[in-house]
């Protein structure tokens, strides 16, 4: 969609509520586009039970981005799509990268004190550290509300009764960091899943910690027996996100399920032992830019701290490990958006209020920022008079948009419940297209076809976003 920052008359000002990436994300591209915009942030008058700092755009769970790979992979389109719409989530975490394989992995306190620093020194930003309890006030003539899966309960209640729907819940678990320096090297080895680089790589970012059966067996036991986080009673029935699983409820699901998930062994060689093959491994990412702390890949938990401990330590290589950070939960919320949200994310009910991140059923740090640059210049472009045209449906951020408004088939789940469920970005999302047949006539066929048809999938978004992105020339040009 196109922005300019001319514009009749002043604008009135557009307020966002809520300082995490999606909130971040709005406020810098309606700053960008000549628009004057309030971030409302609670912290650090009133904290949450995730958040350690009071910087915007804090990573509270892992610090990855996910894959990188625009050509390949729906999530690098995505980073892609978003680096062309000028997206500051986009710009510090590139500034702020790690080695982790196809991965974009950041130093999550250099990329919030980036955010931070920039969203401070833009002309066009006035930063309130304050709660907004219950809804946002009637004066208030343009909102955004992205206060994502730690919505306080005031404003949570609000939006419950303005918009007449039931709000699902599910929990959210963050994995453990260990200090590097408590890893026995003569066990684990660093190496990427088929020595894949990715930016700022080598081939080589993660620490590999290798299993036998036995050892794989033992471990299972260990977290099915496990001592695990009491529940309340209104938490009893919350379900769980299936791309966010807590590592004892995959175990749950089967005891070889680890090894087909987080654990696989393929790609990797143990070069400690090269004639044998590890019946699981268990990856460490890097965590922060001195790579100190290393994240333990896909191991989010509701183990109570002691077990991890004793847990965790059954792992080769990590026997005397020392944890800076153990897993724990976060309850997350999110609207029925299909019903409740129109196409250019205004709330029915209300439409002067408008909704960005996670609490719009998008999963994902990535997801959660592109609804924030959405809303942001949806809300501009309005301040503007100009129409809010969304980005085409064959784009990531398009395909995105059209899930969480209207894109969802809505199924009876029976007793009242329904199937709108959070969602990643994934080349399902988007049209289908015959992928180009190859110049020496031959059939492609199995992987070769579905490398084909994503490669082709890509060209096309990003072709077609290129006309969303770009102003009309207008008649002085």
């Known amino acids: 969609m196109p922005l300019s920052k001319r514009h009749i008359g002043p604008m009135k000002p557009i307020h966002i509520i809520g300082g995490g990436l999606a909130g971040s994300e709005a406020a810098w591209q309606i700053a960008e586009a000549g628009g004057r915009a309030?971030?409302?942030e609670m912290r650090p008058v009133r904290m949450t039970d995730a958040h350690k700092t009071e910087g915007l755009a804090e990573l509270v769970c892992s610090n990855s981005f996910r894959s990188d790979d625009w050509q390949n992979n729906a999530v690098g389109l995505l980073h892609e799509e978003m680096r062309r719409a000028g997206s500051l989530i986009m710009a510090a975490g590139d500034l702020h990268k790690l080695p982790a394989g196809g991965a974009l992995a950041v130093d999550r306190d250099g990329f919030s004190d980036e955010v931070t620093q920039r969203l401070e020194a833009h002309p066009n930003i006035e930063i309130i550290r304050e709660e907004i309890a219950g809804l946002p006030p009637a004066n208030w003539h343009s909102v955004i509300i992205a206060t994502g899966p730690l919505t306080s309960p005031a404003l949570s209640a609000?939006?419950?009764?303005?918009?007449?729907?039931?709000?699902?819940?599910f929990f959210d678990a963050i994995a453990p960091i260990i200090h590097k320096e408590s890893i026995d090297f003569d066990v684990v080895w660093f190496q990427s899943r088929y020595d894949k680089k990715g930016p700022g790589g080598t081939?080589?970012?993660?620490?590999?910690?290798?299993?036998?059966?036995?050892q794989y067996e033992a471990l299972i036991d260990a977290l099915l027996s496990g001592d695990k986080t009491e529940f309340h009673e209104w938490e009893t029935s919350t379900p769980y996100f299936d791309g966010c699983l807590p590592?004892?409820?995959?175990?749950?699901?089967?005891?070889?399920?680890?090894r087909y998930g987080p654990m696989k062994p393929v790609g990797l060689t143990n070069p400690h032992k090269p004639d044998e093959k590890s019946y699981a491994i268990v990856q460490l990412r890097q965590d922060n830019a001195l790579a100190t702390l290393w994240n333990m890949v896909g191991f989010q938990t509701k183990l109570k701290y002691g077990a991890q401990t004793d847990i965790f330590r059954l792992i080769p290589g990590l026997e005397k490990a020392v944890f800076a950070r153990l897993g724990g939960l976060h309850r997350n919320t999110f609207l029925n958006s299909p019903k409740v949200l129109d196409h250019s994310l205004r709330l029915k009910a209300e439409p002067r209020i408008r909704f960005a991140g996670q609490i719009t059923g998008v999963e994902g740090y990535i997801e959660s920022a592109a609804?924030?640059?959405?809303?942001?210049?949806?809300a501009v472009a309005e301040g503007q008079s100009a129409d809010a045209v969304p980005p085409p449906a064959t784009s990531a951020l398009g395909a995105l948009l059209n899930h969480i408004t209207g894109g969802h088939l809505e199924a009876d789940l029976g007793e009242g419940r329904r199937s709108f469920q959070p969602m990643n970005i994934n080349y399902g999302l988007l049209p289908p297209i015959d992928p180009p047949k190859p110049?020496?006539?031959?059939?492609?066929?199995?992987?070769e076809k579905s490398r084909a048809r994503r490669q082709a999938m890509s060209r096309?978004?990003?072709?077609?976003?290129?006309?969303?992105?770009?102003?009309?020339?207008t008649a002085a040009e």
């Open 371 to 378: 609804i924030g640059l959405l809303t942001g210049r949806f």
């Open 38 to 40: 309030i971030l409302h």
């Open 203 to 214: 081939g080589a970012d993660y620490i590999n910690c290798p299993l036998d059966k036995d």
């Open 460 to 473: 096309r978004a990003l072709e077609d976003l290129e006309s969303w992105l770009t102003p009309p020339a």
């Open 439 to 447: 110049s020496d006539g031959k059939r492609l066929k199995g992987k």
């Open 158 to 169: 609000a939006i419950q009764q303005l918009t007449g729907e039931d709000e699902l819940a």
């Open 247 to 258: 590592i004892e409820i995959m175990a749950e699901r089967g005891r070889e399920t680890l």
